[in-house]
């Protein structure tokens, strides 16, 4: 149901002169009444987003901290969804910073208030994300854990009911199982193995429903960059399966954080072989009676399969991150192709046994969108394609992993030449003053731009401490800021530094700091902005985490944020002139500049920055020092 506007429109007025007059008058006036700050630079961006709805123009919007970014779109995209009766999307970072956005005493609880303003707030979250009742019942059948029984004990009553006039509503998002951890949740969370199309259960699945009640949003869907990017890759293949595209239509969009976009358009195009995926699905299959046929071609491809993963086992190299770099030798190319050619009579076999309804259909449907998946995968890796590919080891079973190059062309097509507005908000988005490199990387031909300096005083709230020394030292460091019994946020270029740093420590300290990954990650920062634990150490946390005044004194950066030595940024190196200066550095200042940003977050905040560095590193200590907001405190 289309809403009304939030001011009155006059026969003598457009609607863009009207919402001018709007927001100068929400932000001059009424918000300040409500004790709000009145920030010249909030209302220039305000501003130039409403200028760029207008136009439907590309805009990148960079504003330091303490700008008051959300609002400046808020009021804005607001007035413009219920004019063209579609919600305006929000696209966040990632799917922690969602609730961020959404908090009880957030940016738009607070505006809500504030103008009297009933405001229709919907998440979308990426599939991940949801509870699958099928790979649940499976973790209880096979006994993986407690957890899984009390999961399923607290579905609703209407999941396994009989009641077709039960009341049905959303359920199972992961944010209502903090206490499982990522290994646990991922054994029961939707997997992209799983048909949900052709799934008896989908009419009472979480996902399904949710689903269903974000696209009645009449002002805001709230998702993360990652689904907003599935959406797109998948929009126009959903339609030709005659399925809804996973968002509705929308107004505008807005990228908070947009500086990550390229990261998440790459994981959206992303596509994976197991070494174990396959071979389950297959096997689940034999149990149904097919034809001897059909039994013999699936032993030679699972043969086939294996003898593939051994060979790219046989040539692993661990590099900085958590990706594996392989050598694509003669060998392994020649299995793929095998193993390609037998998935191709596989399928054939199937359209027979499908025939004589001997296989369950849910199971077929799985085996037969598994397997053309896995030809089109291989065949990526055996062409000459420019595909970026690795592997990874999750929980003990080899991934591998291709990406595309680039997906300046993609974006370029699928994205920037639709007759919508977009927004980029962030308080990185340039690099050396320049908007070239993120607008190239995403494929940006034509843009607008502004960057706006934060309002604080700094000087006066900040200080900036750097530190000198090895990873022991560093770890001896990190004790004595912790020993401050102050609220510090611990941040890691990566999981397997700060996995690395957890090892270093005594078990009564470990107990001591709440780490990502141990349970669900806006829970932990739910109690550490309620003051329950005083440090959280993350590997995410660079952008977005909003918490100001005493919930925050003391941020330490453990290591530089460089992109690490891997497949995927050794592909980005290689189209470089000067990798240093094109990629490594523009990454890691936009990263560290990040990171910084979460101390100092209103006007009454204080605090101290903590930046650490190895010996070899010293000679970025000057250029560091230019990207702070104060000079270093020796």
């Given at each position: 149901?289309?809403?009304?506007?939030?001011?009155?429109?006059?026969?003598?007025?457009?609607?863009?002169?009207?919402?001018?007059?709007?927001?100068?008058?929400?932000?001059?006036?009424?918000?300040?009444?409500?004790?709000?700050?009145?920030?010249?630079?909030?209302?220039?961006?305000?501003?130039?987003?409403?200028?760029?709805?207008?136009?439907?123009?590309?805009?990148?919007?960079?504003?330091?901290v303490g700008t008051g970014k959300t609002i400046a779109y808020l009021l804005p995209t607001l007035a413009y969804a219920r004019y063209t009766g579609k919600p305006a999307?929000?696209?966040?970072?990632?799917?922690?910073?969602?609730?961020?956005?959404?908090?009880?005493?957030?940016?738009?609880?607070?505006?809500?208030?504030?103008?009297?303003?009933?405001?229709?707030?919907?998440?979308?979250?990426?599939?991940?994300?949801?509870?699958?009742?099928?790979?649940?019942?499976?973790?209880?059948?096979?006994?993986?854990?407690?957890?899984?029984?009390?999961?399923?004990?607290?579905?609703?009553?209407?999941?396994?009911?009989?009641?077709?006039?039960?009341?049905?509503?959303?359920?199972?998002?992961?944010?209502?199982?903090?206490?499982?951890?990522?290994?646990?949740?991922?054994?029961?969370?939707?997997?992209?193995?799983?048909?949900?199309?052709?799934?008896?259960?989908?009419?009472?699945?979480?996902?399904?429903?949710?689903?269903?009640?974000?696209?009645?949003?009449?002002?805001?869907?709230?998702?993360?960059?990652?689904?907003?990017?599935?959406?797109?890759?998948?929009?126009?293949?959903?339609?030709?399966?005659e399925q809804l595209p996973l968002l509705p239509e929308s107004s505008v969009v807005v990228f908070d954080e947009g500086h990550l976009l390229e990261y998440a358009a790459?994981?959206?195009?992303?596509?994976?072989?197991?070494?174990?995926?396959?071979?389950?699905?297959?096997?689940?299959?034999?149990?149904?009676?097919?034809?001897?046929?059909?039994?013999?071609?699936?032993?030679?491809?699972?043969?086939?399969?294996?003898?593939?993963?051994?060979?790219?086992?046989?040539?692993?190299?661990?590099?900085?991150?958590?990706?594996?770099?392989?050598?694509?030798?003669?060998?392994?190319?020649?299995?793929?192709?095998?193993?390609?050619?037998?998935?191709?009579?596989?399928?054939?076999?199937?359209?027979?046994?499908?025939?004589?309804?001997?296989?369950?259909?849910?199971?077929?449907?799985?085996?037969?969108?598994?397997?053309?998946?896995?030809?089109?995968?291989?065949?990526?890796?055996?062409?000459?394609?420019?595909?970026?590919?690795?592997?990874?080891?999750?929980?003990?079973?080899?991934?591998?992993?291709?990406?595309?190059?680039?997906?300046?062309?993609?974006?370029?097509?699928?994205?920037?030449?639709?007759?919508?507005?977009?927004?980029?908000?962030?308080?990185?988005?340039?690099?050396?003053?320049?908007?070239?490199?993120?607008?190239?990387?995403?494929?940006?031909?034509?843009?607008?731009?502004?960057?706006?300096?934060?309002?604080?005083?700094?000087?006066?709230?900040?200080?900036?401490?750097?530190?000198?020394?090895?990873?022991?030292?560093?770890?001896?460091?990190?004790?004595?800021?912790?020993?401050?019994?102050?609220?510090?946020?611990?941040?890691?270029?990566?999981?397997?530094?700060?996995?690395?740093?957890?090892?270093?420590?005594?078990?009564?300290?470990?107990?001591?700091?709440?780490?990502?990954?141990?349970?669900?990650?806006?829970?932990?920062?739910?109690?550490?902005?309620?003051?329950?634990?005083?440090?959280?150490?993350?590997?995410?946390?660079?952008?977005?985490?909003?918490?100001?005044?005493?919930?925050?004194?003391?941020?330490?950066?453990?290591?530089?944020?460089?992109?690490?030595?891997?497949?995927?940024?050794?592909?980005?190196?290689?189209?470089?002139?000067?990798?240093?200066?094109?990629?490594?550095?523009?990454?890691?200042?936009?990263?560290?500049?990040?990171?910084?940003?979460?101390?100092?977050?209103?006007?009454?905040?204080?605090?101290?920055?903590?930046?650490?560095?190895?010996?070899?590193?010293?000679?970025?200590?000057?250029?560091?020092?230019?990207?702070?907001?104060?000079?270093?405190?020796?």
């Amino acid at each position: 149901m289309k809403r009304t506007l939030p001011f009155q429109l006059s026969k003598d007025q457009s609607f863009f002169e009207s919402l001018n007059e709007w927001i100068g008058d929400v932000l001059f006036d009424e918000l300040p009444e409500k004790g709000f700050e009145l920030r010249d630079e909030q209302i220039f961006m305000a501003f130039q987003i409403e200028k760029a709805m207008r136009e439907k123009d590309v805009l990148f919007a960079e504003a330091g901290v303490g700008t008051g970014k959300t609002i400046a779109y808020l009021l804005p995209t607001l007035a413009y969804a219920r004019y063209t009766g579609k919600p305006a999307i929000i696209a966040c970072a990632d799917e922690t910073l969602i609730d961020q956005l959404v908090k009880e005493d957030g940016d738009i609880a607070k505006m809500s208030e504030a103008l009297n303003l009933n405001i229709d707030v919907r998440l979308a979250k990426s599939r991940d994300q949801y509870v699958c009742l099928n790979r649940l019942e499976e973790a209880v059948d096979f006994g993986y854990g407690d957890f899984a029984h009390e999961v399923e004990d607290r579905l609703p009553l209407f999941v396994y009911g009989s009641d077709s006039l039960a009341e049905l509503y959303p359920y199972g998002d992961r944010s209502d199982y903090p206490e499982l951890n990522d290994e646990e949740w991922g054994m029961i969370n939707y997997h992209p193995i799983q048909q949900c199309a052709s799934c008896e259960k989908r009419n009472r699945c979480g996902q399904t429903l949710h689903r269903k009640a974000y696209r009645e949003a009449t002002d805001f869907i709230i998702c993360s960059q990652d689904f907003y990017m599935e959406h797109i890759w998948t929009k126009e293949s959903r339609k030709r399966q005659e399925q809804l595209p996973l968002l509705p239509e929308s107004s505008v969009v807005v990228f908070d954080e947009g500086h990550l976009l390229e990261y998440a358009a790459q994981r959206a195009l992303t596509y994976e072989v197991q070494s174990e995926t396959l071979i389950t699905l297959l096997e689940r299959v034999m149990k149904e009676g097919v034809r001897s046929e059909t039994l013999e071609s699936m032993d030679r491809l699972i043969e086939a399969h294996d003898l593939f993963f051994d060979l790219l086992e046989d040539t692993l190299e661990e590099t900085e991150g958590f990706r594996y770099r392989y050598e694509k030798t003669d060998q392994l190319k020649r299995v793929a192709s095998y193993a390609i050619e037998l998935s191709e009579q596989l399928l054939e076999e199937f359209v027979f046994d499908g025939g004589m309804f001997t296989i369950d259909s849910y199971n077929l449907k799985m085996v037969e969108e598994y397997l053309e998946q896995y030809i089109y995968s291989m065949s990526l890796l055996t062409s000459d394609d420019e595909a970026v590919d690795w592997v990874e080891d999750r929980e003990g079973i080899w991934t591998l992993v291709i990406m595309p190059r680039l997906v300046t062309n993609i974006l370029r097509e699928e994205l920037f030449t639709a007759e919508q507005p977009i927004i980029f908000s962030s308080a990185t988005l340039s690099a050396a003053g320049e908007f070239g490199y993120l607008a190239h990387s995403l494929g940006i031909r034509q843009y607008d731009s502004f960057t706006v300096e934060s309002p604080f005083d700094y000087e006066e709230v900040m200080s900036a401490h750097p530190f000198e020394g090895t990873v022991e030292e560093k770890v001896d460091y990190v004790r004595e800021v912790i020993a401050e019994n102050e609220p510090t946020l611990l941040l890691f270029s990566s999981d397997k530094v700060m996995q690395s740093f957890k090892e270093q420590l005594t078990e009564e300290e470990r107990s001591t700091i709440a780490f990502e990954g141990d349970r669900e990650l806006a829970s932990m920062i739910r109690d550490f902005t309620n003051g329950q634990m005083k440090v959280v150490a993350s590997y995410n946390l660079w952008e977005g985490l909003d918490l100001p005044e005493h919930r925050l004194t003391r941020v330490v950066i453990f290591d530089l944020p460089f992109p690490p030595s891997d497949p995927l940024f050794d592909a980005k190196r290689k189209d470089a002139v000067n990798p240093e200066e094109e990629v490594d550095l523009p990454f890691m200042q936009l990263r560290f500049r990040q990171g910084v940003g979460r101390l100092i977050r209103s006007s009454r905040d204080t605090g101290k920055v903590h930046v650490l560095y190895e010996p070899h590193e010293a000679k970025y200590k000057e250029l560091l020092e230019t990207l702070l907001p104060v000079s270093w405190t020796e």
